[in-house]
């Protein structure tokens, strides 16, 4: 079952912070973050192991709730390179490598 | 310096022909996926593979094949392509480590 995601789309002005939750039904063992650009690939943000951790990646980081399911990514004082569209994905207990992606949430940063 | 390489990048094809898109490799990675991308539906998961010659099943697998009889190549075939299955196709591919998967620049396939 496909992880839910919020909000789906976000408007920001270029210094503004936002935060993009992934919400799953199922006991996880990691999850994945991912921008898409328009008619671009998805490209690889972060991957949080269960253990709770947050990591970070520029100014953008990620907390990872085992207990509840769910993963926010948070994007502060956001640049205009920063706008696409954001997944999730999903890696369930005792699924292999088999990553579920949420529908997306579609970031826009204006100047 | 691509690692993972998709073609044809288009293709335009008619209701009821097979279509094979091909999904290439130099990273020597196990696992390799493919995915359809729709407005709406994100990411979905066709089929995958964990090696040569083994494959299995995603959540919208029917209408699709795979096979994968070398490391560096992965193929996905419409067996009688539909109109449905007119989306944007995306290869991957992860060594299960914490660089997440990498992707293909993706086939967009319009079936008429």
């Known amino acids: 079952q496909q992880p839910v995601q919020s909000p789906q789309a976000v408007i920001l002005r270029e210094g503004e912070d936002a935060v993009i939750n992934c919400s799953s039904s199922k006991a996880l063992y990691s999850v994945h973050w991912y921008r898409q650009k328009h008619g671009e690939a998805p490209v690889f943000l972060m991957i949080?192991?269960?253990?709770?951790e947050q990591k970070g990646h520029e100014k953008i980081s990620a907390s990872f709730n085992e207990k509840k399911q769910q993963s926010s990514l948070y994007l502060t004082a956001s640049q205009l390179s920063y706008s696409g569209t954001y997944f999730c994905g999903t890696v369930p207990n005792n699924a292999g490598n088999m990553l579920t992606f949420g529908g997306g949430t579609r970031l826009m940063v204006k100047p | 310096d691509a690692g993972i390489t998709q073609s044809p990048r288009h293709k335009v094809t008619e209701t009821g022909t097979p279509v094979t898109l091909r999904c290439h490799q130099t990273?020597?990675?196990?696992?390799m996926y493919w995915y359809r991308q729709d407005p709406g539906h994100g990411l979905r998961l066709i089929h995958y593979?964990?090696?040569?010659?083994?494959?299995d099943k995603g959540e919208v697998s029917d209408g699709y094949s795979v096979s994968r009889s070398k490391t560096e190549d992965f193929l996905l075939t419409l067996e009688s392509a539909t109109s449905s299955q007119t989306s944007v196709y995306f290869c991957a591919i992860s060594d299960l480590g914490t660089n997440g998967y990498t992707f293909g620049s993706g086939t967009r396939l319009t079936v008429v």
């Open positions: 990273e020597n990675h196990r696992y």
């Open positions: 949080l192991l269960k253990g709770g």
């Open positions: 593979s964990y090696g040569v010659k083994d494959t």
